[in-house]
């Protein structure tokens, strides 16, 4: 059976619904495969004429061994249908005239790639708590910059034996997303706004999460928490499929042949997205070099070129938001890979984060680093540019996430000479941030309304815009409690019928 280690005691281990049904080890690490199962070139060759689901029912196999046969395909039918995406390929390519190939991850309910794993994380999650948890009710608490809130308001929304509770911060998330939180359907679902930032909202839910006299309080109502954030790895695995798929797509259109590498482009923020390519090519797919995307807040650029990682900085609000982080989570996960598994030394590091907000790998790591990714970074400026320039050029529209992603590999590939065949991961649908894909056209207008934009947008385009967000009009506003950080806890009780 595979198990789960923690990255900061290797001690720890754990079945995958157990890792998945805790979210996150008790030390405060992540939990990670002991091994990397290996994807045979045969292996890959069969995945070529099967459909997304059989794809991902492969994939998660090889990790979720203590799920029956039957399960992992009822959790993968369930969640890649196209009575959930719009699109019957779930992840599609689209070629670009320069030959590059952009792997479209938005057309899911919430038109943003969380959805690729948040549509399976509460299947996944049902059947780990149904081994391990002994009839609890889960909560999920979620404290959200905006796309991860309402993705797993949306998978989640009326799950049995489950209820979540999303926080977003009051003045940090875009029209769009704090409209599709606000409305959101489903009986077991609750959204609150706090008086803060983004950081507040999330050390809020931790201090929550941690409180061992609000654990008691729920285990008394039977009640258990968990986390749908990136950290829990039940969201990470679905995230190796659609690269494994992708590959699979190259080659059944020819432009690859088995064997010839890819590169891989990814707009990064908390590092889950590009770490499932990294896994990807662990497992044995032919990945050539991971190209790491950020906006203005370029710790990770700074990072994977010097060997050191320093969050004290300026935090720069940019057009592309969900990028918008200082500390990358997932990259604990990437660290204790390339240390060799080394428990000890992910202590220090992680602890000299918490302390002094920076640290500095091995020489030996950060040439290992170096050998397996690239990174760069753009402002808003130039990211504009490259939404303008995709859609001159290809008539393609993409969102600034994507264009942060496209400006990137343009700079890498005149950089480096290196005309490796390349998929470019597009995050999130361009409608989601009508407001600055307008800018960047020259046609945004400031009297215009959300709503105005996205008709502007069209009108300017063409694109067609998805149902779920052109049908936000016409929603009831469900949620309006705005509370201050303190508060959260109480906000926490009441929505569970908890009496303090
Ligand atoms: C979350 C998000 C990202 C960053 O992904 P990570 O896995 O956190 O690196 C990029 N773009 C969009 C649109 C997102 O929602």
């Given at each position: 059976m595979m198990m789960y280690n923690s990255t900061r005691d290797s001690q720890v281990s754990v079945s995958a619904a157990q890792a998945i049904a805790q979210?996150?080890?008790?030390?405060g690490g992540l939990f990670v495969p002991e091994r990397l199962p290996e994807l045979t070139r045969e292996e890959l060759q069969d995945l070529v004429g099967c459909t997304y689901v059989q794809r991902a029912t492969a994939v998660l196999s090889k990790f979720l061994t203590d799920f029956t046969p039957e399960e992992v395909e009822e959790c993968t039918a369930a969640a890649y249908s196209t009575q959930r995406f719009r699109?019957?390929?779930i992840a599609p390519l689209h070629k670009l005239k320069d030959g590059v190939h952009v792997l479209e991850l938005w057309h899911g309910p919430t038109c943003a790639f969380k959805d690729m794993a948040l549509q399976i994380l509460p299947h996944l999650m049902r059947v780990s708590a149904g081994k391990t948890a002994g009839g609890k009710e889960i909560i999920i608490l979620v404290a959200t910059s905006g796309d991860t809130g309402k993705a797993a308001l949306e998978g989640f929304k009326d799950a049995e034996h489950t209820r979540i509770l999303v926080f977003y911060p009051e003045d940090g998330v875009s029209p769009m997303q704090k409209l599709q939180m606000v409305t959101q359907e489903g009986g077991n679902v609750a959204v609150c706004a706090i008086r803060g930032n983004f950081d507040d909202a999330q050390t809020g839910v931790k201090t929550i999460f941690t409180d061992p006299a609000i654990g008691e309080k729920l285990a008394e109502n039977g009640m258990m928490f968990s986390s749908a954030n990136s950290i829990n790895w039940g969201r990470l695995v679905p995230q190796i499929v659609y690269y494994v798929s992708a590959y699979c797509d190259l080659l059944k259109a020819g432009e690859l042949r088995m064997g010839d590498r890819m590169n891989v482009v990814v707009p990064t923020g908390n590092f889950g997205n590009i770490l499932a390519a990294y896994y990807a090519k662990r497992m044995g797919l032919p990945v050539g070099k991971l190209i790491c995307a950020s906006n203005r807040n370029k710790v990770l650029t700074d990072f994977i070129t010097t060997g050191t990682y320093d969050r004290n900085r300026e935090f720069h609000p940019t057009s592309?938001?969900?990028?918008?982080?200082?500390?990358?989570?997932?990259?604990e996960r990437l660290l204790y890979d390339l240390s060799g598994r080394d428990d000890q030394e992910i202590r220090r590091l992680m602890g000299d984060l918490i302390e002094k907000g920076v640290y500095t790998v091995s020489e030996k790591m950060q040439a290992a680093i170096q050998e397996q990714f690239a990174a760069g970074w753009c402002d808003d400026v130039q990211t504009a540019a490259a939404i303008r320039d995709t859609f001159q050029q290809d008539h393609y529209l993409c969102d600034t996430h994507t264009a942060v992603g496209v400006h990137v590999y343009k700079e890498y590939r005149e950089k480096t000479g290196d005309t490796t065949p390349t998929v470019i991961a597009s995050t999130a649908n361009p409608y989601k941030f009508s407001a600055s894909v307008l800018d960047a056209l020259g046609g945004n207008r400031e009297d215009w309304d959300e709503f105005a934009k996205v008709e502007g947008l069209h009108a300017l385009t063409g694109c067609e815009i998805p149902a779920p967000l052109a049908g936000l009009k016409d929603k009831k506003v469900r949620f309006s409690q705005v509370c201050g950080r303190e508060e959260m806890r109480n906000v926490v009780y009441g929505m569970l019928g908890i009496q303090e």
């Open positions: 979210g996150i080890s008790k030390d699109s019957p390929a592309s938001p969900s990028m918008d982080i200082l500390i990358s989570s997932n990259l």
